[in-house]
């Protein structure tokens, strides 16, 4: 291992921005390969399929657009949850870009609200097929004689494409198996791949990553494993964090090497550390401004102008 061979600490006054620019950093398509093989998709693109209880009953036509990431007021109760991926052609090479993602579900008691707009909200995809919501873990409710498992419907539409209306499952649901809709495991209604892994992370939050596989018209992902070759980052910390953020990378050749901060719009917020370097383990502190919202934000490692490695943190 590499000794750490300099230490940069660098202050942004401001929230200007550099350029308005997709968050490049979220292109990689080792992202889509990591959730296959959490999933045990290792090698596959699965195309994201109609859910067999189709739009269900609660759906509300034009709820508003989600604010900040937030489909949860912070005073919902409730499990935090944070659902992220990108939304990707039938082969997974390219992001479909501006996709309206439309998501309801019901609060932690099991309940929709059907006169109002809680716990439903539209977020678009951004310009290289991001999206991320923070909600509540929905809860169980009756269907006939036994509970649904818990689940977030989503009306997704690629713009010029007709929409897809499906729902995300949780894996160790304990009403999945018997569930008439997400036991199916073949066929127009698998929902396999629709059943995801939760992680908890650092703020006590579920976290979950879907990637979304259907028709439409995108920008091209880039190569899938670049970081492996070129350079990554190796962790920002505290994460969640407020007054500052370090974080460590490498870069694996002598390159053109900069640090790059975007928020979840994909607007670039402030470059760190742009210059060449030679090989090595590097670190940089990041004080944002005192006014930088709270929220999720995106660190990538740009090496030769080329985005191929990106982590991301919290602001609490």
Same mark, same amino acid.
């Given at each position: 291992?590499?000794?750490?061979?300099?230490?940069?600490? #660098?202050?942004?006054? %401001? +929230? %200007?921005? =550099? $350029? @308005?620019?997709?968050?490049?950093?979220? =292109?990689?398509?080792?992202?889509?390969?990591?959730?296959?093989?959490?999933?045990?998709?290792?090698? %596959?693109?699965?195309?994201?399929?109609?859910?067999?209880?189709?739009?269900?009953?609660?759906?509300?036509?034009?709820?508003?657009?989600?604010?900040?990431?937030?489909?949860?007021?912070?005073?919902? !109760?409730?499990?935090? *949850?944070?659902?992220?991926?990108?939304? #990707?052609?039938?082969?997974?090479?390219?992001?479909?870009?501006?996709?309206?993602?439309?998501?309801?579900?019901?609060?932690?008691?099991?309940?929709?609200?059907?006169?109002?707009?809680? +716990?439903?909200?539209?977020?678009?995809?951004?310009?290289?097929?991001?999206? =991320?919501?923070?909600?509540?873990?929905?809860?169980?409710?009756?269907?006939?004689?036994?509970?649904?498992? !818990?689940?977030?419907?989503?009306?997704?539409?690629?713009?010029?494409?007709?929409?897809?209306?499906?729902? #995300?499952?949780?894996?160790?649901?304990?009403?999945?198996?018997?569930?008439?809709?997400? $036991?199916?495991?073949?066929?127009?209604?698998?929902?396999?791949?629709?059943?995801?892994?939760?992680?908890?992370?650092?703020?006590?939050? =579920?976290?979950?990553?879907?990637?979304?596989?259907?028709?439409?018209?995108?920008?091209?992902?880039?190569?899938?494993? +670049?970081?492996?070759?070129?350079?990554?980052?190796?962790?920002?910390?505290?994460?969640?964090?407020?007054?500052?953020?370090?974080?460590?990378?490498? @870069?694996?050749?002598?390159?053109?090497?900069?640090?790059?901060?975007?928020? *979840?719009?994909?607007?670039? *917020?402030?470059? +760190?550390?742009?210059?060449?370097?030679?090989?090595?383990?590097?670190?940089?502190?990041?004080?944002?401004?005192?006014?930088?919202?709270?929220?999720?934000?995106?660190? %990538?490692?740009?090496?030769?102008?080329?985005? @191929?490695?990106?982590?991301? @943190?919290?602001?609490?």
């Amino acid at each position: 291992m590499k000794k750490k061979s300099r230490r940069a600490f #660098l202050r942004n006054t %401001s +929230l %200007s921005v =550099l $350029s @308005v620019a997709a968050v490049p950093g979220v =292109l990689k398509a080792e992202q889509a390969e990591e959730q296959h093989k959490e999933q045990g998709q290792e090698g %596959s693109c699965e195309p994201s399929t109609v859910d067999y209880y189709g739009q269900g009953p609660f759906y509300t036509p034009n709820a508003p657009f989600i604010q900040n990431g937030q489909l949860a007021g912070p005073g919902e !109760a409730g499990q935090r *949850l944070i659902i992220s991926g990108r939304v #990707l052609n039938l082969d997974c090479t390219l992001a479909l870009p501006n996709t309206e993602i439309d998501v309801w579900h019901a609060d932690s008691n099991g309940a929709y609200d059907n006169t109002g707009y809680r +716990l439903r909200g539209r977020v678009n995809a951004n310009s290289q097929g991001f999206y =991320l919501f923070e909600t509540v873990m929905p809860g169980f409710y009756l269907n006939g004689a036994s509970y649904r498992p !818990a689940h977030i419907h989503f009306r997704i539409t690629p713009p010029g494409f007709a929409p897809l209306i499906t729902q #995300l499952y949780f894996q160790g649901d304990p009403y999945i198996a018997s569930d008439a809709a997400a $036991s199916i495991s073949s066929g127009a209604y698998d929902a396999t791949h629709r059943i995801i892994p939760l992680n908890t992370n650092a703020n006590n939050e =579920l976290e979950g990553s879907w990637d979304i596989v259907l028709d439409g018209n995108g920008v091209p992902i880039g190569a899938s494993e +670049l970081h492996l070759e070129k350079g990554m980052i190796y962790s920002a910390f505290p994460n969640p964090f407020r007054e500052e953020l370090e974080i460590e990378y490498g @870069v694996f050749q002598r390159s053109k090497v900069a640090i790059a901060v975007y928020d *979840l719009q994909g607007q670039q *917020l402030a470059v +760190l550390d742009e210059q060449s370097m030679e090989a090595g383990k590097y670190s940089v502190v990041w004080q944002p401004p005192l006014e930088l919202p709270k929220g999720h934000y995106f660190i %990538s490692i740009q090496i030769n102008d080329l985005q @191929v490695h990106y982590i991301k @943190v919290l602001r609490g």
